[in-house]
């Protein structure tokens, strides 16, 4: 059995859009995915062989940019492009964050929402599925529930290529007081100590003044999370590792220890570093987290 795949249009393609590209490539992968298996085989191996070729190219151009200042600069502009952005993704180049893409696209639904008396909020990312938490009308099972988890769920699905199912969790019981004691219970070990939520992070030694910390959490449902521990002087603030802007990571970010503030190297939104109040955007902050210091440990409370 033959099959012709369809060509895209070569004079159209060059000055295409982002959106206009991507459908290209998806009528391009439906055509081989028709193709009988010795060809599709050679397709695929063509496929494999260019991407190749691109990655290291572009990881050779990523790092010459970033070793220059005004390269640096100019890197951070072309992410805000999206093909860039994909591509970067594709490549691994810059960290694909489907939690953050997520909550962009839960902040594009939040209007209609609110039309029905409800909110969502993104609990976590896992294996495909975005847990999120219904609440205000939404959060039981009156009619106006179901047309808001169907406006979530094709929101999530269809716009975030990560995510393949929404499952909705239960609302959270009010917040309450978590007794010192249950911090201080002894005989476990780094890093996997769990306690209502309450991972031991970090020894103190290994948050060095003047410095941001990051660290990956394992939480109590075995997730990860990755977080930042920003320490001015005596003080110590955990935060997401996500910039409030388009969230990537802050590891990298710099940090200014005399005017506590703290400046993501992406696209320079700037920071109360003691605070996560965005001083460039009124308004946003970053997700700060519970931090306690117990002796020479430091314990963060895990926020999914
Ligand atoms: S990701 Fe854009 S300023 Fe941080």
């Given at each position: 059995m033959t099959s012709t795949v369809p060509r895209a249009d070569a004079q159209e393609l060059p000055t295409a859009g982002f959106e206009r590209l991507a459908q290209a490539v998806d009528e391009a992968a439906r055509a081989v995915a028709e193709l009988?298996?010795?060809?599709?085989?050679a397709a695929q191996s063509l496929r494999e062989a260019?991407?190749?070729?691109?990655?290291?190219?572009l990881t050779t151009i990523v790092r010459r940019l970033r070793a220059d200042g005004t390269g640096r600069e100019l890197l951070f502009e072309l992410v805000d492009d999206p093909l860039v952005r994909m591509i970067f993704s594709l490549h691994g180049i810059i960290r694909a964050d489907p939690a953050a893409?997520?909550?962009?696209?839960?902040?594009?639904?939040?209007?209609?929402?609110?039309?029905?008396?409800?909110?969502v909020e993104l609990d976590h990312v896992q294996d495909g599925v975005a847990y999120v938490r219904l609440s205000g009308a939404c959060n039981g099972c009156s009619m106006s529930s179901v047309t808001m988890r169907t406006?979530?769920?094709?929101?999530?699905?269809?716009?975030?290529?990560e995510i393949?199912?929404?499952?909705?969790?239960?609302?959270?019981?009010?917040?309450?007081?978590?007794?010192?004691d249950a911090l201080r219970r002894g005989g476990d070990t780094h890093p996997a100590s769990h306690d209502a939520g309450w991972v031991r992070a970090l020894r103190v030694e290994d948050v060095p003044d003047g410095r941001?910390?990051?660290?990956?959490?394992?939480?109590?449902?075995?997730?990860?999370?990755?977080?930042?521990?920003v320490r001015i002087d005596s003080q110590m603030t955990a935060y997401t590792d996500q910039c409030a802007h388009q969230g990537l990571p802050l590891g990298e970010a710099l940090l200014d220890t005399a005017a506590a503030t703290l400046t993501c190297p992406w696209h320079g939104f700037r920071y109360d570093a003691l605070s996560g109040e965005c001083i460039s955007a009124p308004g946003v902050a970053l997700e700060q987290l519970p931090l306690r210091v117990d002796g020479s440990d430091v314990w963060i409370r895990a926020g999914r």
């Open positions: 009988e298996p010795s060809a599709r085989q260019i991407e190749a070729a691109h990655r290291v190219a893409r997520a909550r962009t696209v839960l902040d594009g639904v939040r209007p209609g929402l609110a039309s029905h008396g409800g909110d406006m979530v769920e094709q929101a999530l699905v269809g716009q975030v290529a393949t199912a929404v499952e909705v969790l239960p609302s959270q019981p009010g917040p309450t007081l978590i007794p010192l941001i910390t990051a660290v990956r959490l394992t939480t109590a449902t075995g997730g990860a999370q990755d977080v930042i521990v």
